[in-house]
C-alpha cells in the first residue's frame, strides 16, 4: 500500500517547481551562450519534432527553449544597419567595417584591454548582426543607436538596433514599406538602359530617387535597378515594361516590388525556395539582395 501524500507535502513539491525551471533555464542559457560567444555547438539539446520528407528533413522547435534562445539574442545581438551609401554586395566590406570599429575601441581601449572581438553574421545588402562578448558592448551601442565608421578614406552611417526575428523583420518591413514604394527593374536589357529611367516614372510614377546601378564601382555590371517611387505611385504599379527598338527588336523588363515573391535560396524574385529549382549562387558573385 502506497503511502499517503499529505497536502503539505503536495504544497512543498510545487514550491520547488519554478526553482528547477530556473536551474534548466540558466543550463540552456550558459549552453546558448556558449555557441555564440564561443563557438561550441550544443550536443545535449532538444531537437524538437523531427518530420521527414523524403530527401528532407523539418524540426518543430520546443517553444519553450525557441523562447529562451530568442530572449538571450534580443538581449546581446546588435542589428548594425549601414547608409544606402554602403551598396557593395560583398560580405568582407561589411565585416571590415565592423572590425573596424572595434579596432577603435581596442586602440582607445573603451572596453579595457580584455575586449575580444564578436561575432558577425552579415544578413543582407546593408545589414549585419553582431554578437559582443560583452552585455556592456551591447547596451553602450543599442544607447548609442547611430555612429560613424572610417574605412578606406571612407565614413559609413551606421545605425544600431535590437535583434530582430525574420518575422519581426517582415512586419518592420511592412511598416517602412507604406512610407516608401521602391520598385526594380530585373535583368535590364543593355538597350533599355538609356531609357530605364524615363519609362519607369512615366509608365510607373514619379521617382524620389534612383540607386547607383553597380554594386561595386570597381566591378561595374547591369543586372537590376532600383527606385524610389512618391508613395501615390503604388497603385499604378506595373508588372513589365515592353521596348519596340528601331531594330524591331521587342524588349521586356520585368518590375518588383515589396510585394513580389522574393527567394531566400537563390536570392532572386518572381518565385518562393519551396518551389526553386536553381543551386545557391550567392558565393558567385551574381546573386542580388533584397531592397531594404
Not at 75 to 85: K, Q
Not at 233 to 250: C, E, F, P, S
Request: glycine share 4%.
Amino acid at each position: 500500500m502506497e503511502p499517503e501524500t499529505s497536502p503539505r507535502r503536495e504544497q512543498d513539491a510545487r514550491a520547488q517547481v519554478p526553482g528547477n525551471y530556473q536551474l534548466e533555464e540558466d543550463r540552456l542559457k550558459e549552453m546558448i551562450r556558449a555557441c555564440y560567444e564561443e563557438g561550441i555547438l550544443p550536443t545535449n539539446i532538444d531537437s524538437g519534432e523531427m518530420e521527414v520528407d523524403r530527401r528532407e528533413v523539418k524540426f518543430v522547435l520546443n517553444g519553450t527553449m525557441d523562447e529562451i534562445k530568442v530572449k538571450w539574442l534580443k538581449a546581446r545581438t546588435v542589428t548594425i544597419i549601414f547608409g544606402t551609401d554602403l551598396a557593395s554586395s560583398r560580405k568582407k566590406v561589411k565585416e571590415d567595417l565592423v572590425r573596424a570599429y572595434e579596432d577603435v575601441w581596442i586602440r582607445e581601449e573603451t572596453f579595457g584591454q580584455e575586449f575580444r572581438r564578436g561575432r558577425i553574421k552579415v544578413e543582407s545588402l546593408n545589414v549585419v548582426s553582431y554578437i559582443p562578448r560583452a552585455q556592456e558592448i551591447t547596451d553602450w551601442m543599442l544607447a548609442k543607436r547611430s555612429d560613424f565608421i572610417d574605412l578606406g578614406n571612407v565614413t559609413y552611417c551606421t545605425e544600431c538596433k535590437s535583434w530582430m526575428t525574420r518575422a519581426e523583420v517582415r512586419d518592420w518591413r511592412r511598416t517602412v514599406d507604406e512610407n516608401v514604394f521602391w520598385v526594380v527593374a530585373v535583368g535590364v536589357p543593355l538597350d533599355e538602359m538609356v531609357f530605364i529611367y524615363v519609362h519607369v516614372e512615366k509608365g510607373i510614377g514619379k521617382i524620389i530617387k534612383h540607386h547607383q546601378p553597380e554594386a561595386d564601382e570597381t566591378d561595374p555590371k547591369l543586372v537590376n535597378l532600383r527606385f524610389d517611387l512618391d508613395p501615390a505611385a503604388k497603385a499604378n504599379m506595373k508588372d513589365k515594361i515592353w521596348v519596340q527598338t528601331h531594330q524591331g527588336d521587342l524588349l521586356d523588363v520585368r518590375m518588383a516590388f515589396a510585394e513580389t515573391d522574393w527567394c531566400r535560396r537563390c536570392r532572386t524574385f518572381f518565385h518562393l525556395e519551396d518551389i526553386c529549382k536553381r543551386s545557391d549562387r550567392r558565393n558567385r558573385g551574381e546573386s542580388i539582395s533584397r531592397p531594404q
